[in-house]
Every structure is written in structure tokens, then in C-alpha cells.
């Protein structure tokens, strides 16, 4: 769909044009003076040269990126590695001091073994973690690249780079504006700021507009900004701020001044960590005294030092799961892959279970719950009310009457067929489709977009229309008179005048109301009735134009053409809210969460869109970034919890909003697409940023990131966030009770002088190795159908919690009983009890494997479980119980292992052993249930609180 050179033209002009303008002389050269520009023809180079050597160049600094090596460095200050690289400077310590023969491998594997597990989790971490916190980047691509500026006499083009403060700029539809300016020069021109102010209507620029500095940034008609663009007509404006100094600018230094943070998921792992560290010292510490103290007290051999502190190593390196971080790491990326797959790119790996702890989602509305496309929702002719179906600017929709009959386009009402005609013409936007995507967009200003789109679903296309007139002379719309008009000469030979403008202006230069038998004179009782549909109309936050026709010859001036016309209608639109937005909100509601509008829209609009998706309740209320700079902090906090809309707000507003949900204790989701969301996305705990239509600026200073611009892409981000951190609880309480097991063996083999403790590696091998495969399983086990029908955990809630210790217990004694219990009838010799920790090693290797299967539920039965078979579970089982036999079969691997061959009559015990653990933990589960069912409770069937 093109438009006909017939009716367009040139409309627009070269920039050089710009002298033909109406120059405002009286006022020009004191604006330019007070403005300190030379004069109209531009600054002099050698003015520029130390203009620019004063302010700049006009682009953002370049943040000082953190060095590699610091980054790598930070991988190794988690408390569990830490006290890994204590083990592995002990274990090679002993290695180096041990008397003996034996080889370099088996000598140094423990501390090869320990650093091998540092030195990858570290790279992993490191590789995860390199692109984070590129959002001033972003903001450098942001801004024009070139300008078109008169300096000397001479308009030329410029890096935008070069611009310096008092440059005469000038500025056509297309354009983006490279600096902050002030208009002295306008003619019809308009900017379209939503990325900035979160208006989703282009705003009229007036370089007669006379402002205040307290004048709201989205109310100052003579002013355009870096980063919007320019959607019609032409201006001239000087530049007045540069770089950091523009209003782009200032929203990065507000955006380098917020502090990384850490999520609730990385603080509950610091606190985890540091509890394990302690634990682990503690424990390695009562061992190693014991060691010291029990020949004192019963009597007995003593034994050397160096073996003791052997074996509190071995303790510490029993106690500390190791492939926690990995496993988390992996965990969330993988979390991270199925989600981009849905369409929600994650940029920070703890943010993916963050989201799933969300209380609040504070919501931008232009382009986020709305798609930032006018679309026309209702048209008016006098004694017909139309309702109009379809979305943004796809023309694929149509006009019913209020009796529900679809409009016949081969025989429109005539009052219709003129109104049709006249937004076709009366518009300079152009409507097309994108190459790439096939998707519908418009050329220009999106109201007139809106227009085009009625027209095409009323069945008149508007090339066909402008096909079959030419334009004569158009009056172009500006802010005091309201209305735009063109004069066309029709297929008959009629000059036609069509204006659309503000009812307000318009109705009053009606005299004639264009009826289904043709125009009839204008009474007050159907001013009357005109003024009461507006009126309806705008109460539903729709936007109203008056449509009006007249017959007038091209020699009318622009007083008289405007005025004895014909009243065709009214067409009320508005920006829509997105398709699916309401199904999300109510199944965050359901879920617990509460989600707010924060806009910079007005009030009346936002509180509508909140009512039609279903945001607003009972006891809510809405407030305008006025009202909210008159509320002191405790004021805010008193009744931030009944506030959902939040109108007229700027991003210092967003911020102190954010703030004060975060204060009441919320965790904080803040999604939005413009520059001005920005602050507040990297403030949340979590930001979420659109894809598409966002900025690079919101895109980078979020976490998250709708590649497909779905506001309900965020119900499955959330329902991902909550899975992923039950599986991290459930891996948790496998790894922890699986070296539980491996601590009671340990602790108790040396209140056993003659019997041979287990080796650092040998507990490392089974903490990495065999429990590693299923413990990533568990990490990606299958979210619960009704996870979504749970209230949000609370933030403060730590990893594990007191009975959850009990069961870590309980499973550890069940599993380091079973290894016991094979030294306790082991004959008495060197080589019986080597034997023994042999097979030991391999009962304490394999009851993991089986226990995983009953980590999937900490309350249903494995048989109640579904899938009742998790494919990745079994794959992981199998691969972790294959890789252990390699360590006892293998001869080459046995000296190093101090493995034996094993017989058959020895399998069949070590099996039977290990799965005690199985029988065990069901007969604790089904405990459990009668615990609750006995006090009429029904417990989350997936909080991990295990036994």
C-alpha cells in the first residue's frame, strides 16, 4: 500500500528550504542572542573548535571496564571454594611431606583433584558472566549518528559527535534529534518522545511556546531531545546541551549511579556458603583434636600428624558439596536456554530465579501493556454508532453498527462514505508492510496511521481515494488552531476543503451536519448530542477527532475555508493493550503477585487500560507524579500498597517507586521498553526490558529481555523462575544428604584406629563425579502443573530450614550406617579392612544414585511422582554408576583408588546396602503425610521440606 504522488507530493522538502519558513524577525536574533548562537547563519569553525574543546564532544563517556583478570579473580572469593583451596594446599602439603614410595599421581591427586573442580567452576562462572553491564554502551548507539547544521552561511553535515552548544540545527520528518535544542524556528513540526517521556501520542513542537524550567519535560513544546525523532514537518532549533548534559545523558549517569546488586537467589548461596564454611572448619577442626586427644584418653597407638590432618581434609572436602556452584551454574543456564526458546533472553544467570520470587511487577504502559499502535475503536455519525474491530495498524478487521451489522463497503452511509474519504486525504502518514516480518507499520504520525487503518477496514482504501483526487493546498496542523486541513480537487472537479482537528475548536465552525440523506442544517439540539458521544467517549480514555468536510475554492484563506463546514463524525481510538496482556495479569494475580502501572501517560487513559486488562480492584487507587512529589518517604510507604496506577511519572519518579516497593520488603520486577525506564530496570531486583520495540538502553539495563515483546511471556518466565528454584532446593538436599552420608563414615572410621579412612579423592570422586550427573538432573526436573497457584515465597525464606537439616541428618545416618556396617564385618587384618573401605567407597557411591529418585517430591511417593520416570534422572543414574565402575574395574585406575576386584557375592552386598536408602526415605515420606493429614494440612507438594 503506497501512496499516490498524486496527492503527496513533496511534502516535506529538503532542509534547506528552511529559509522560506515564516521567520519570526523580532524575535529571532533574541533568541539567538540569549541562546549564545552567533547568528541565523551558524557559529564560525573557529568558534565550534573552542566551543568543542569547552563542553566536548556531544556523546556519553565510555565506562572503564572491569579488567578480565579482576572478573576471573572474583570466581575464586565464593566461601566454598575458599575452603576448597584450604584443602588443596593441605592435601598438598601432606602429598609433598608423606614418607613413602609411591607415585607423583597418587601422591598429588587429591590436590590435582581438588583444584581440577576450583579452576573449572571458576572458567564457568567467568564465561557466564562476561557480558554484563553494557547498558551506557547502549546509550552511545543510541544517539544520531550525523546532523545537518549551518555554521558560516553553509548548511553541512556533521558527526552528531561535533556538535557544540549554540549550533543552529535543522530538522525534518525522519530525523532523529542529536542534541537537546530549542526550537526559533517551527512549521508543523511534531517529535515522537515515548522513549523518553512515555507519551505514546507525538507531540506538537512551538518555537513560540513560551516555558518555564519547572515545566514537565513532556510539556515543553519548544524543546526537542536526544534519542526521539522527529515525525513530521520541518524546524530549525539551537542546540543547547551536549552529551551528558542532555536529558539521555542524565538518564545514564542516573543509570551508572545505581549499584549492582545482588538477587535473592545469590544472597541466600553467599549465606549457604558461609554456613558450609563454618561447618566444615568446625568439623575438620573437633576431628583433628580428637585425633590428638584420643590416645590421651583411652589410650592406643598415636598417630602421626600429617595422617590427622589427612584426614580433616578429607572431612572438609566430605562435608562441602563441590558442584554446588557448577551445578547451579548449569542449572540456571539451562533454565536460560529453555527460556529463550519461549522468548525471554536472560542476561544475568541468577535473574532467571529471581522473577520467580517476585511480589511486584511494576509495569511501564506505552509498548509493554499496550502496543504503542493507535488503533480506532469507535466511530460516530449522527444517529450511528460504529464499533471498530482489529488491532494496531492491520487493516484486517471491520466496522459494525450498533445494531451489530457489519458496514456493506459497496454501500456505506453517506455521513460514513464522506468521513472515509476525508481521513484519507486530510493525512500524510503512509502505511506498509515490513519486508522482513510482513508486519503492518506507518510512515509518520501514528494517528494518522489509525486513520489510514479505518479507512481500510471501512472498504476504502486510501490510494484508491487519493487516486481519484488531487491536492490543491494544505493548512497544516499546529497547536493553537487544533486542526489540520486540506483542499483537494475530487474526480468531478469539486475543490473539497477536509479538516480533522480537537472537537472543541472544530463543532463551533460547524453549521452543517452531514446525515444518511446528506447534509442538513446544524441545531443545538444536535450539538447537543455531538458533544454528549465526545464526551462518553473520552470517559473510556479514548482520544476523539472531529471529522469535517466543506466545498471551498483553492483562493480561501485559512480563516475562511475552516469554517461554515459540514460535521461527517468522530472517530475515538486509543493505544490497545497488547493480546494476552489480560490472561497474564490475572494469572499473576492468581499467583500472588501484584502488578502496577507506572507511566507517563495521563491518568485518565492509564486507569482506563488498567480496568480493561483487569489490573484494577476493589480499594485501588492512582496517583500523578504531582501528587506523588508532594508525599514525604513515610507517607509514600503508608499507602504504596493501595496505589496501582501511576500516571505522569518521570524516571526520577520510577526510581523512588521502585524504591519504596523494594522498602516494604517486595521483591521488585520492573519491565519496560523506553529510555526513561531505564534507572528504574536496573533498580528492580530484576529488570525486564522488550525486545523489539525497547530501547538498547532499557535492553541493556535489564536482566531480562522479551525477545517477542509478550507482556505474558512474563507468566512463563515467572513459572520458570519458581521451578528453577525448587530444583535448586531439591539438588541442595541430595547433595547435602548424600554428603551427610559421606561425613558419618568419615567421622566415625577414625574413632576407629585400625580401620583405614577414606581419601580425599575417593570422597571427591563421589561428591563430583557420581552425585554431579544427578544432582544437574534434578536441577532440570519437569515444574509442577500448580506452581502457579501458589503465593510468591517469602523473600527472607533461607535455602533449608530446620527440618530440613533433620532429613539431611536422617539420610546421612542411613547411608554412612550402611558403609559402616561393612568395616564393622570385615576381618581384622590390613587387607581385610582395605577391603573393606574398597567396598565402603562403592556403597557410599551408589546410594546417592538410588536416593535421587526420591528427592523429585519431599512428600509424594516416588510411585505418585509424574513423569513417573524422569528421562534425564535415569540417563544421569546410569552415566554416574557406569563412570564409578571404570574407578573399581579398571586395573590401571585400582593402585590409585586403592580399589580391589570386586566378586559377585561382594556386589550383591554393596547393592543391598545401598539401597536401604530407598526403603527408608519412603517409610519417613509416608510419615510425613500422616503428620499433615492428621492436622487436616496440605503442604506444598513441591517445597523442598524434606522429611
Known amino acids: 500500500m503506497s501512496e499516490s504522488p498524486q496527492i503527496t507530493g513533496d511534502q516535506h522538502g529538503e532542509a534547506a528550504k528552511l529559509a522560506e519558513l515564516p521567520v519570526f524577525a523580532e524575535r529571532l536574533e533574541q533568541l539567538l542572542d540569549r541562546l549564545d548562537a552567533a547568528s541565523p547563519d551558524g557559529l564560525t569553525d573557529a568558534e565550534v573548535a573552542r566551543r568543542l574543546a569547552t563542553f566536548g564532544p556531544n556523546e556519553l563517556p565510555e565506562p572503564e571496564p572491569d579488567p578480565a583478570w579482576r572478573r576471573l579473580l572474583s570466581q575464586f572469593t565464593d566461601p566454598i571454594v575458599l575452603t576448597l583451596l584450604g584443602a588443596a594446599a593441605i592435601a598438598l602439603y601432606v602429598g609433598v611431606t608423606e614418607p613413602g614410595d609411591r607415585s607423583f599421581l597418587s601422591r598429588f591427586a587429591d590436590a590435582l583433584a581438588i583444584l581440577l573442580v576450583v579452576l573449572l567452576n571458576a572458567f564457568i562462572g567467568f564465561y557466564q558472566e562476561r557480558r554484563a553491564g553494557a547498558a551506557l554502551d547502549a546509550l552511545r548507539k543510541l544517539a544520531a549518528p550525523t546532523a545537518r547544521v549551518r555554521r558560516e552561511g553553509t548548511l553541512k553535515q556533521v558527526a552528531a ?56 519535560l513532556a510539556e515543553r513544546d519548544n524543546m526537542v531531545f ?61 576431628l583433628m583434636l580428637w585425633g590428638f586427644a584420643r590416645p590421651a584418653l583411652f589410650g592406643g597407638e598415636s598417630r602421626t600428624w600429617h595422617l590427622l590432618l589427612l584426614e580433616a581434609v578429607a572431612l572438609a572436602v566430605a562435608a562441602i558439596p563441590e558442584g554446588l556452584p557448577a551445578i547451579t551454574t548449569i542449572t540456571l543456564a539451562l533454565g536460560m536456554q529453555r527460556m529463550a526458546k519461549r522468548g525471554a533472553i536472560v542476561r544475568r544467570l541468577p535473574a532467571v530465579e529471581t522473577l520467580g520470587a517476585a511480589t511486584v511487577i511494576c509495569s511501564d504502559k506505552t509498548g509493554t501493556l499496550t502496543q504503542n499502535e493507535m488503533t480506532v475503536r469507535a466511530v460516530y455519525t449522527v444517529g450511528h454508532q460504529y464499533t471498530v474491530t482489529g488491532q494496531g495498524y492491520d487493516p484486517t478487521g471491520q466496522l459494525t453498527d450498533e445494531r451489530g451489522r457489519a458496514a456493506d463497503s459497496g454501500e456505506l452511509p453517506e455521513a460514513l462514505e464522506q468521513l472515509l474519504a476525508t481521513i484519507s486525504l486530510c493525512n500524510n502518514a503512509k502505511l506498509e508492510r515490513d519486508p522482513k516480518t510482513a508486519a503492518w507499520r506507518v510512515l509518520g504520525d501514528p494517528t494518522e496511521g489509525a486513520l489510514l487503518t479505518l479507512a481500510e477496514k471501512g472498504g476504502r482504501p486510501p490510494d484508491t481515494v487519493r487516486a481519484s483526487s488531487r491536492l490543491i493546498t494544505e493548512v497544516p496542523f499546529d497547536s493553537n488552531r487544533k486542526r489540520m486541513t486540506i483542499i483537494a480537487r475530487d474526480h468531478r472537479g469539486r475543490e473539497l476543503a477536509h479538516t480533522k482537528g480537537s472537537i472543541d475548536t472544530l463543532l463551533p465552525l460547524c453549521d452543517y451536519v452531514c446525515g444518511d440523506d446528506g447534509a442538513v442544517p446544524m441545531t443545538d439540539a444536535l450539538r447537543e448530542a455531538i458533544i454528549l458521544e465526545a464526551q462518553r467517549l473520552s470517559r473510556q480514555a479514548l482520544r476523539v477527532l472531529a471529522i469535517c468536510h466543506r466545498e471551498a475554492p483553492s483562493s480561501l484563506d485559512s480563516d475562511t475555508v475552516e469554517r461554515e463546514l459540514t460535521f461527517l463524525g468522530l472517530v475515538a481510538m486509543m493505544d490497545p493493550p497488547r493480546e494476552g496482556v489480560a490472561e497474564a495479569i490475572a494469572t499473576c494475580t492468581k499467583a500472588g503477585i501484584r502488578a502496577v502501572m507506572i507511566t507517563g501517560d495521563d491518568k485518565l487513559t492509564a486507569c482506563a487500560i488498567a480496568h480493561e486488562i483487569g489490573m484494577w480492584t476493589d480499594g485501588d487507587e492512582a496517583i500523578t507524579g504531582g501528587e506523588l512529589d508532594k508525599l514525604s518517604e513515610p507517607e509514600l510507604d503508608l499507602c504504596i500498597g493501595r496505589l496501582r496506577v501511576f500516571a505522569r511519572s518521570t524516571p526520577e519518579q520510577k526510581l523512588r517507586i521502585v524504591r519504596a516497593f523494594k522498602r516494604a520488603g517486595h521483591v521488585v520486577a520492573m519491565t519496560g521498553d523506553g529510555v526513561n525506564d531505564a534507572p528504574a530496570l536496573r533498580e528492580a531486583n530484576i529488570g525486564v526490558a522488550m525486545g523489539k520495540m525497547g530501547t538498547d538502553v532499557a535492553r541493556q539495563a535489564a536482566d531480562l529481555v522479551l525477545a517477542d515483546d509478550n507482556f505474558a511471556t512474563i507468566v512463563d518466565a515467572i513459572r520458570e523462575g519458581r521451578a528453577i528454584y525448587r530444583n535448586i532446593q531439591k539438588f541442595i538436599f541430595f547433595l547435602l544428604s548424600a554428603n551427610m552420608g559421606l561425613v558419618v563414615a568419615v567421622f566415625a572410621v577414625s574413632f576407629f584406629p585400625s580401620w583405614p579412612a577414606l581419601t580425599p579423592l575417593m570422597v571427591l570422586w563421589i561428591n563430583l563425579v557420581t552425585n554431579g550427573l544427578p544432582a544437574l538432573a534434578l536441577g532440570i ?24 537439616y533433620i532429613g539431611i541428618l536422617f539420610v546421612g545416618l542411613v547411608i554412612g550406617g550402611a558403609a559402616l556396617s561393612i568395616y564393622a564385618f570385615a576381618p581384622a587384618t590390613e587387607e581385610g579392612l582395605s577391603r573393606a573401605r574398597a567396598l565402603a567407597f562403592s556403597v ?22 509424574r513423569p513417573l520416570l524422569s528421562r534425564p534422572l535415569l540417563l544421569a543414574v546410569g552415566a554416574s554408576a557406569a563412570i564409578h565402575l571404570v574407578a573399581v574395574l579398571v586395573p590401571g585406575l585400582q593402585p590409585v583408588f586403592r580399589t580391589y576386584p570386586v566378586s559377585a557375592l561382594e556386589w550383591m552386598l554393596v547393592l543391598g546396602l545401598a539401597a536401604l536408602v530407598f526403603p527408608a526415605v519412603e517409610l519417613a515420606k509416608f510419615g510425613n503425610r500422616r503428620w499433615f493429614q492428621k492436622r487436616g494440612m496440605a503442604p506444598r507438594s513441591l517445597m523442598p521440606r524434606a522429611l
Open 226 to 286: 536526544t534519542g526521539t525523532m522527529v515525525i513530521r514537518g520541518k524546524g530549525r532549533a539551537v542546540v543547547i546541551h551536549t552529551g551528558v548534559r542532555t536529558e539521555l545523558g542524565r538518564v545514564g549517569e542516573m543509570i551508572a549511579g545505581i549499584a549492582d546488586q545482588k538477587t535473592p537467589l545469590e544472597e541466600r548461596l553467599d549465606a549457604f556458603g558461609k554456613i558450609i564454611l563454618w561447618v566444615c572448619l568446625g568439623l575438620s577442626l573437633a
Open 161 to 216: 559527535a561535533q556538535l557544540v552548544p549554540g549550533d543552529l540545527v535543522e530538522l525534518e520528518a525522519g530525523d532523529a534529534v542529536p542534541a537537546d535544542a530549542r526550537l526559533v524556528q517551527t512549521f508543523d513540526l511534531a517529535s515522537e518522545e515515548s522513549a523518553l517521556t512515555g507519551e505514546s501520542v507525538p507531540r506538537g513542537k512551538d518555537a513560540l511556546a513560551e516555558l518555564s524550567a519547572e515545566t514537565p
Open 781 to 804: 526436573d519437569p515444574p509442577d502443573r500448580a506452581l502457579m497457584d501458589e503465593p510468591p515465597r517469602d523473600p527472607t525464606e533461607m535455602l533449608m530450614v530446620f527440618r530440613d
Open 844 to 865: 557410599l557411591a551408589l546410594s546417592p544414585l538410588i536416593h535421587a529418585f526420591g528427592c523429585r517430591s519431599p512428600i509424594r511417593s516416588v510411585a505418585q511422582t
